[in-house]
């Protein structure tokens, strides 16, 4: 050593474990602290990164320094500096996370850090970083800090600017999903069960959309399935819990948050096929995820995202939750099963659930109809709870399918019995069904709480139209004004006839060779789109411009496949029509 060199210095530090006690205010970080854990014992490295002036704000030198016990605190390992006036950026305890590699902040832990100046956590300790000291010459130094349990999701408290959003890959998020039945005020408030998919996000034009070709995680469902004692094996929806599952990312790198696809389960058939309703698109924002993760302050204001679809942070009431926030998202409807076709071919009659799939509709058989009747007609009540079934041949008897527990009954019907049922639908929250005679259609209201029937009204039919095979729909024009649309096959054609039952008015629509042997017709959610079924053809027609059936039409294929002969379709929607002037 030179002469002129300057003789360098000892410098000690020396950390003491503050508790989670503030030292002036109240902050709202106190339990969060409290939950925290930590304990000298587990660890054995001391960082400091020791800047001069010209140095700060991002620059200095890291000292990796091993340390003792010393009372309640510790001691470091020396650092040995020339004389002058420093800033201590960073004080922290740490362990590696690849021991087979380097000391560096890539490869550190925090398990105990100093806040910084400004930062959440300054009022619960002493002293904050940057912190300027001065290195006198022919003394030893010794600093002492207050250090706190650390937790990387609580790191912008610290003030850790240089943390950012550092979440690694692989740290959860936990949801749970309820939805509001509108339409059952008997069951309002409902809990969701779906299996649950989460995809990586992109951006389309100003849509962020799922990115490739498969979600990143299956999620899973978020139910149990049970089965009901005197039961066909049929199991319905038990628990429905909360699921937590992996980010994708580092939030740096998840700009567009992510999305899950909720796919609603609503219990599983006696065959082992479970019944599924549309599936739900939620994406989960970047601003919501960190507030889950502590990493801005909990706000709990819900994000509306359109569609009844809502999405906020909550915090739970259980004391022994390791996260005590949890993502809550709600829909504003239940996603029911809502289309619904009853089917036969001479041999058998069957009812099926279905559920529409890009192209394709998903059939799922609910229910063998087969010892029960030839000719099962169908209807949806609005609440989508119920779906009534009554025979063509026996129309003094109603089935009742409960679709929350995947049971039925059947009852005897009294009052003024028609003689035969060929149509059954809903309009305003009143259950029609239809008796077709040669040249006209008798109407009945079918009261199923009472089990009976009343005669409605009869309507005067063009008897060279045959109206038997086909189906109805209810329709709503914008005055308020309902009616029904008739759709009836006549020979290589089908008509669409629009009927009012308050007048007896029935006006021809259309004679439309597309529509061709129409024998069921439904409307769809949203009540802008007609879906229709034909005989000796394969698939259901969905109309975009439901005024129009000479313009085109979107063919779905059955899953599984097979070639339709007559049946009817139902949904608990109605079609939204612009009266004609």
Not at 184 to 196: G, L, M, N, T, W
């Amino acid at each position: 050593m030179s002469i002129d060199e300057p003789q360098k210095v000892d410098l000690v530090f020396q950390a003491n474990l503050t508790k989670p006690v503030l030292k002036s205010a109240n902050l709202p970080y106190d339990e969060m602290l409290a939950e925290l854990d930590c304990d000298w014992a587990d660890y054995g490295t001391v960082h400091v990164r020791i800047a001069t002036s010209d140095q700060l704000p991002d620059g200095g030198t890291d000292y990796y320094l091993g340390y003792t016990q010393v009372g309640e605190g510790i001691a470091s390992d020396l650092v040995q500096l020339t004389p002058g006036t420093y800033f201590l950026t960073r004080f922290e305890i740490v362990e590696k996370i690849d021991e087979q590699v380097d000391w560096s902040e890539v490869n550190s832990k925090i398990l105990l850090a100093t806040p910084m100046d400004n930062s959440a956590f300054q009022d619960f300790v002493t002293d904050v970083l940057p912190f300027e000291f001065e290195v006198g010459e022919y003394q030893k130094n010794r600093l002492v800090f207050d250090v706190l349990c650390f937790n990387q999701q609580i790191a912008p408290a610290f003030g850790f600017e240089w943390f950012d959003y550092n979440i690694v890959e692989g740290d959860e998020i936990c949801i749970f999903i309820n939805c509001i039945n509108e339409y059952d005020r008997e069951f309002y408030h409902q809990v969701f069960a779906s299996d649950i998919y989460a995809w990586k996000t992109a951006v389309e034009g100003e849509t962020v959309i799922p990115a490739g070709d498969a979600p990143y995680w299956v999620v899973g469902p978020n139910y149990e399935l049970t089965t009901p004692e005197g039961g066909d094996g049929s199991q319905i929806i038990g628990a429905v819990t909360p699921m937590c599952f992996p980010l994708y990312d580092v939030l740096e790198d998840m700009e567009n948050g992510l999305i899950l696809q909720l796919n609603p389960v609503f219990g599983k058939t006696a065959g082992g096929e479970l019944i599924f309703g549309d599936s739900v698109m939620v994406r989960i924002s970047l601003n919501i995820i960190m507030e889950y993760l502590g990493l801005i302050e909990y706000a709990g204001v819900p994000e509306d995202l359109g569609n009844g679809i809502t999405v906020k942070v909550e915090l739970t009431d259980d004391p022994q939750a390791e996260n005590p926030r949890y993502i809550h998202i709600m829909l504003s409807d239940c996603h029911k099963p809502a289309y619904f076709e009853s089917h036969n071919d001479g041999q058998v009659a069957e009812i099926y659930a279905l559920r529409f799939d890009g192209e394709d509709v998903l059939m799922t058989k609910i229910l063998d109809f087969t010892q029960m009747g030839r000719d099962p007609h169908i209807a949806v009540a609005p609440n989508r709870r119920q779906l009534y079934v009554v025979d063509s041949d026996v129309s003094n008897t109603i089935l009742v399918y409960d679709l929350y527990s995947m049971s039925y009954q059947t009852f005897g019907i009294g009052g003024s019995v028609p003689e035969k049922v060929t149509q059954l639908v809903y309009m305003n929250d009143t259950l029609f069904a239809a008796d077709m005679n040669t040249d006209a259609l008798t109407f009945y209201v079918l009261d199923p709480d009472g089990l009976s029937y009343s005669e409605y009204n009869e309507i005067t039919l063009d008897p060279t139209v045959d109206f038997s095979g086909g189906d109805l729909i209810a329709v709503k024009d914008d005055v308020g004004h309902s009616t029904l649309w008739s759709f009836s096959k006549n020979g290589g054609t089908s008509y669409v006839h629009e009927i009012d039952l308050a007048t007896g008015d029935v006006t021809e629509l259309q004679n439309e060779a597309k529509l061709v042997n129409t024998f069921g017709a439904m409307v769809y959610e949203g009540g802008d789109r007609i879906i229709t079924g034909h005989g000796n053809d394969v698939g259901l027609k969905g109309w975009d411009t439901p005024f129009d059936f000479a313009g085109s039409f979107t063919t779905y294929n059955p899953i599984p496949d097979f070639t339709y002969v007559y049946g009817d379709l139902a949904s608990p929607f109605i079609l939204n029509r612009a009266r004609p002037n």
